[in-house]
């Protein structure tokens, strides 16, 4: 994995987002998306570079990196939900090729079976995006997550719930999701990893320091991978 240190959040932002526009207009057809707050600035940036200059987006497929289990159909927090506005609809890319893991089917262990039966199906992913968890989770993918995890249903972690909070707006978040398991993620072609800010200072100078997998820092299994990128504000890798 290669590491980048900017600047800033927003030099991240900027970097992320033109990473992937040069991905997406080398005919990327499967993108791999992850959500929360490290994302939107990126796929805003994204969505004004693809205004300015639009690329093809007809071949694209966007799939998702994990969803909350237990939110009603059409819920705002819903990932899926959150893709569709954020980058999906602006981009063009019509909600039959957004893609997520079936969270209201009554066998779970089915429907993460038959999502990463989907990658496979799509070709695999060209380009997995990840952001990082306080705790070092990728997707979630929590602390003692294994490497040769698949698609799964999994309980959030305490920390993990605390700070995915501020989203729900008073409520309390889901304690359960589905998520690529570490496996999966390390299938895409490409991987992308963006933290920046204080928050994500303690779990990224972890990951600086461990190159070889911890499953008490998930991410560290991305060193495994041969074509990564983490790109990192100097607020987060700095010293
Ligand atoms: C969340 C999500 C991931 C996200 C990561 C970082 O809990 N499971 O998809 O990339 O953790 O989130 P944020 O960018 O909001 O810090």
Same mark, same amino acid.
């Given at each position: 994995?290669? %590491?980048? #240190?900017?600047?800033?959040?927003?030099?991240?932002?900027?970097?992320?987002?033109?990473?992937?526009?040069?991905?997406?207009?080398?005919?990327?057809? %499967?993108?791999? %998306?992850?959500?929360?707050?490290?994302?939107?600035? %990126?796929?805003?940036?994204? $969505?004004?570079?693809?205004?300015q200059r639009p690329f *093809?987006?007809?071949?694209?497929?966007? #799939?998702?990196?994990?969803?909350? $289990?237990?939110?009603?159909?059409?819920?705002?927090?819903?990932?899926?939900?959150?893709?569709?506005?954020?980058?999906?609809?602006?981009?063009?890319?019509?909600?039959?090729?957004?893609? @997520?893991? *079936? $969270?209201?089917?009554?066998?779970?262990?089915?429907?993460?079976?038959?999502?990463?039966?989907?990658?496979?199906?799509?070709?695999?992913?060209?380009?997995?995006?990840?952001?990082?968890?306080?705790?070092?989770?990728?997707?979630?993918?929590?602390?003692?997550?294994?490497?040769?995890?698949?698609?799964?249903?999994?309980?959030?972690?305490?920390?993990?719930?605390?700070?995915?909070?501020?989203f729900f707006s008073g409520?309390?978040?889901?304690?359960?999701?589905?998520?690529?398991?570490? @496996?999966?993620?390390?299938?895409?072609?490409?991987? =992308?990893?963006?933290?920046?800010?204080?928050?994500?200072?303690?779990? $990224?100078?972890?990951?600086?320091?461990?190159?070889?997998?911890?499953?008490? =820092?998930?991410?560290?299994?991305?060193?495994?991978?041969?074509?990564?990128?983490?790109?990192?504000?100097?607020?987060?890798?700095?010293?």
């Open positions: 994995m290669i %590491v980048q #240190v900017v600047e800033s959040a927003s030099n991240a932002s900027e970097s992320a987002a033109r990473l992937i526009e040069a991905q997406l207009r080398q005919g990327v057809s %499967v993108l791999g %998306v992850a959500t929360g707050s490290t994302f939107q600035p %990126v796929y805003e940036r994204l $969505v004004s570079a693809h205004r *093809d987006t007809q071949p694209l497929h966007i #799939v998702l990196l994990d969803e909350y $289990v237990g939110l009603s159909v059409g819920h705002y927090n819903r990932y899926r939900s959150e893709i569709i506005r954020a980058l999906a609809g602006p981009l063009g890319v019509p909600p039959q090729r957004v893609h @997520a893991p *079936d $969270v209201d089917a009554s066998d779970l262990d089915q429907a993460c079976r038959q999502y990463d039966e989907l990658l496979t199906g799509l070709g695999g992913v060209d380009l997995q995006l990840l952001g990082l968890g306080r705790n070092g989770h990728i997707g979630f993918n929590e602390p003692g997550a294994d490497l040769s995890a698949r698609t799964r249903l999994v309980q959030l972690a305490r920390e993990t719930r605390e700070s995915n909070k501020s409520s309390e978040p889901p304690r359960q999701a589905v998520t690529q398991g570490i @496996a999966t993620i390390l299938d895409a072609r490409e991987v =992308l990893l963006v933290a920046t800010g204080s928050e994500k200072r303690s779990a $990224v100078q972890r990951l600086l320091c461990r190159h070889t997998f911890d499953p008490d =820092l998930p991410a560290t299994a991305l060193w495994q991978h041969k074509s990564g990128t983490a790109i990192f504000d100097r607020t987060a890798a700095g010293p």
